[in-house]
């Protein structure tokens, strides 16, 4: 339950009549699309009562947000057989520093969708190996020949004696003869399902690379090691980028001296996938080189748009710079670093600040712009619900052949108990069940899709508030108390997969959270 304090309500009395009017133009445009027939996994019959309304789910949905303590607000959206069933929006969208009040979350606002992004990018991939463009056994390095990097002096690169793999012809190693594996057998496959077989420690793991911190330091403190690695090309970084003036790194740059560094398995060995966040930014770059195309151009026009889906977009770091429908993101302890990004100084320098200098989530913990394959995506619950309903081909997409199978097509299972196939985690023993988290400084989101009474339910959950790995909280099941904020929003699908008799449900798309006038509460 949300407080609405005196000094909010002609704000609220004034809100009021737009938002029925929103309301009733909104329920007009919610399409109803004929399901494909796939296998039931959860069935409702023969359990407790079914509910017919989403009180429930707003009342968990609350207790969530309470339970957490969310500065901001979270949004929920739920596709039920291809049609919009379940949209609200609780909490707040923005601090309001005037005032001190806050502007209400609505089902327009948009998020950073993080990790979420890895299933567009994957989507776009499908439209081209559709089209025959592309092949899932491409080589990358046939596809990026520009960013495959040249060796240089004191690197092994291209033999790390890591990735030797036999002797040769000769039998005999140390010689020109020798095989080894390398970024050469990198293919399309291993990148989408995260087999890609490059590091995953620092510093190819890592989000994205300081110019100044993570590059350029020499004196030995920092672990990523920066200037002091004999395999990255620093002289060629400092030039490019006239000292730092130009910075941040852009993703060519960072591909480009990754691709040089040790590997830490042959690609497409498994058994587990290896998490990797540059290999779905190869994949950005990838499809802008088979279009012709930017990738966020690409993305629109082959794969959003025909969705139906037009008011997603890649996210912009500063917050001067992003879109007015964008929420604030609330850093769960208001964390800064030096910047990504220059800032002014006097005279012929370039500056980055200091460890104060930028908020974590605006520029202080790398650019949204050049993580945008792999986390960059800002979008809606709604429009991203519709998006799955799209993959598991519950509505069609003309550019898409056997989507369901491509987003789950994964030779490499996972000793958790699934796998990862095209930008999705979904189950070993049951492909209906798709899942996926994201995080970012200001940023949790999640999404899952499962079949209810043999009908495919899709839920969304995001939030502009990201609490720490290491918070834990009761959960609603006694038996899983202390649990972390993701699976606690996981619980909280579940009950939504368990509680709803989705068949007799009435749609229930509000646009904010409702509020609740308290006289006794001062103005904060």
Same mark, same amino acid.
């Given at each position: 339950? @949300?407080?609405?304090?005196?000094?909010?309500?002609?704000?609220?009395?004034? +809100?009021?009549?737009?938002?029925?009017?929103?309301?009733?133009?909104?329920?007009?445009?919610?399409?109803?699309?004929?399901?494909?027939?796939?296998?039931?996994?959860?069935?409702?019959?023969?359990? %407790?009562?079914?509910? !017919?309304?989403?009180?429930?789910?707003?009342?968990?949905?609350?207790?969530?947000?309470?339970? *957490?303590?969310?500065?901001?607000?979270? %949004?929920?959206?739920?596709?039920?057989?291809?049609?919009?069933?379940?949209?609200?929006?609780?909490?707040?969208?923005?601090?309001?520093?005037?005032?001190?009040?806050?502007?209400?979350?609505?089902?327009?606002?948009? =998020?950073?969708?993080?990790?979420?992004?890895?299933?567009?990018?994957?989507?776009?991939?499908?439209?081209?190996?559709?089209?025959?463009?592309?092949?899932?056994?491409?080589?990358?390095?046939?596809? @990026?020949?520009?960013?495959?990097?040249?060796?240089?002096?004191?690197?092994?690169?291209?033999?790390?004696? /890591? %990735? $030797?793999?036999?002797?040769?012809?000769?039998?005999?190693?140390?010689?020109?003869?020798?095989?080894?594996?390398?970024?050469?057998?990198?293919?399309?496959?291993?990148?989408?399902?995260?087999?890609?077989?490059?590091? /995953?420690?620092?510093?190819?793991?890592?989000?994205?690379?300081?110019? %100044?911190?993570?590059?350029?330091?020499?004196?030995?403190?920092?672990? *990523?090691?920066?200037?002091?690695?004999?395999?990255?090309?620093?002289?060629?970084?400092?030039?490019? #980028?006239?000292?730092?003036?130009?910075?941040?790194?852009?993703?060519?740059?960072?591909?480009?001296?990754?691709?040089?560094?040790?590997?830490?398995?042959?690609?497409?060995?498994?058994?587990?996938?290896?998490?990797?966040?540059?290999?779905?930014?190869?994949?950005?770059? @990838?499809?802008?080189?088979?279009?012709?195309?930017?990738?966020?151009?690409?993305?629109?026009?082959?794969?959003?748009?025909?969705?139906?889906?037009?008011?997603?977009?890649?996210?912009? +770091?500063? =917050?001067?710079?992003?879109?007015?429908?964008?929420?604030?993101?609330?850093?769960?302890?208001?964390?800064?670093?030096?910047? #990504?990004? &220059?800032?002014?100084?006097?005279?012929?320098?370039?500056?980055?600040?200091?460890?104060?200098?930028?908020?974590?989530?605006?520029?202080?913990?790398?650019?949204?712009?050049?993580?945008?394959?792999?986390?960059? *995506?800002?979008? /809606?619950?709604?429009? #991203?619900?519709?998006?799955?309903?799209?993959?598991?081909? !519950?509505?069609?997409?003309?550019? $898409?052949?056997?989507?369901?199978? =491509?987003?789950?097509?994964?030779?490499?299972?996972?000793?958790?108990?699934?796998?990862?196939?095209?930008?999705?985690?979904?189950?070993?023993?049951?492909?209906? !069940?798709? *899942?996926?988290?994201?995080?970012?400084?200001?940023?949790?989101?999640?999404?899952?899709? /499962?079949?209810?009474?043999?009908?495919?339910?899709?839920?969304?959950?995001?939030?502009?508030?990201?609490?720490?790995?290491?918070?834990?909280?009761?959960?609603?099941?006694?038996?899983?108390?202390?649990?972390?904020?993701?699976?606690?929003?996981?619980?909280?699908?579940?009950?939504?997969? +368990?509680?709803?008799?989705?068949?007799?449900?009435?749609?229930? &798309?509000? @646009?904010?959270?409702?509020?609740?006038?308290?006289?006794?509460? &001062?103005?904060?």
């Amino acid at each position: 339950m @949300i407080i609405l304090y005196p000094c909010f309500m002609d704000m609220f009395r004034k +809100t009021a009549l737009a938002v029925i009017l929103v309301m009733m133009f909104s329920f007009g445009s919610f399409s109803s699309m004929q399901s494909v027939g796939i296998e039931d996994t959860f069935e409702t019959q023969g359990r %407790q009562t079914q509910l !017919t309304d989403f009180s429930h789910l707003d009342e968990n949905l609350t207790a969530l947000s309470n339970r *957490w303590n969310l500065e901001g607000g979270l %949004q929920a959206a739920i596709y039920y057989n291809g049609s919009l069933v379940y949209a609200k929006s609780f909490g707040f969208a923005h601090p309001d520093n005037e005032s001190g009040s806050n502007y209400f979350l609505q089902n327009s606002h948009t =998020f950073r969708l993080a990790s979420l992004s890895k299933a567009i990018t994957a989507s776009a991939i499908q439209t081209l190996v559709a089209s025959g463009e592309l092949s899932l056994d491409d080589k990358m390095v046939d596809l @990026i020949p520009d960013l495959v990097p040249d060796p240089i002096r004191g690197c092994a690169y291209p033999q790390h004696p /890591n %990735q $030797f793999l036999n002797s040769g012809l000769d039998g005999r190693t140390g010689n020109a003869d020798d095989v080894y594996w390398g970024i050469h057998d990198i293919n399309v496959s291993h990148l989408l399902n995260m087999q890609n077989g490059l590091a /995953n420690s620092l510093p190819t793991a890592t989000t994205s690379w300081h110019y %100044q911190e993570h590059w350029n330091v020499t004196d030995g403190s920092d672990t *990523w090691k920066g200037g002091n690695n004999p395999c990255i090309d620093l002289e060629s970084v400092v030039d490019e #980028y006239q000292n730092g003036a130009l910075a941040p790194i852009r993703i060519e740059t960072t591909i480009r001296e990754t691709l040089r560094l040790p590997m830490d398995s042959q690609p497409g060995t498994g058994p587990n996938e290896v998490y990797s966040n540059i290999g779905y930014r190869i994949m950005g770059e @990838i499809i802008e080189r088979k279009s012709g195309m930017e990738y966020e151009d690409y993305v629109n026009e082959h794969v959003l748009n025909p969705m139906g889906i037009n008011n997603m977009e890649i996210g912009q +770091t500063l =917050f001067q710079n992003q879109t007015p429908n964008q929420v604030t993101y609330f850093d769960r302890t208001n964390s800064t670093w030096f910047s #990504y990004f &220059p800032q002014p100084c006097f005279g012929p320098c370039v500056s980055f600040g200091d460890t104060n200098t930028a908020p974590r989530a605006y520029g202080g913990s790398g650019p949204i712009e050049q993580m945008a394959a792999s986390g960059g *995506w800002v979008g /809606n619950a709604a429009s #991203y619900a519709r998006f799955i309903s799209h993959l598991d081909e !519950t509505i069609h997409h003309e550019g $898409f052949e056997n989507p369901f199978d =491509f987003t789950t097509i994964s030779p490499y299972p996972d000793n958790s108990g699934s796998e990862y196939g095209a930008g999705v985690r979904f189950n070993i023993v049951n492909n209906e !069940t798709w *899942w996926h988290t994201g995080s970012l400084h200001g940023t949790a989101t999640r999404f899952e899709r /499962n079949l209810v009474d043999n009908e495919p339910v899709v839920m969304v959950l995001l939030t502009n508030t990201r609490p720490w790995s290491w918070e834990n909280r009761t959960s609603t099941t006694p038996a899983a108390n202390n649990i972390s904020y993701w699976t606690d929003m996981g619980e909280m699908m579940d009950i939504a997969f +368990t509680t709803i008799d989705y068949r007799n449900a009435t749609p229930h &798309p509000f @646009i904010f959270t409702p509020l609740t006038y308290d006289p006794s509460s &001062p103005c904060p």
